[in-house]
């Protein structure tokens, strides 16, 4: 979250916008992977090795 100091000592927090749309990128990649031919099985070795980021 963001900090936006709004007049004096008073701060507004504002979510991340980026995040969901990081985590919607990802999902899109694998599902491509998944759709040019890559097995399903090789997709999860890869996913469990790269790490859950």
Do not use: H, Y
Request: aromatic letters at 8%; hydrophobic letters at 45%; a positive charge.
């Amino acid at each position: 979250m963001k900090s936006l100091k709004n007049g004096g000592n008073t701060r507004i927090k504002v979510p991340d916008q980026t995040a969901p749309r990081r985590r919607q990128e990802g999902k899109l990649g694998w599902i491509f992977l998944w759709l040019i031919g890559i097995p399903i099985p090789l997709l999860l070795v890869l996913f469990l090795v790269r790490g859950c980021t």
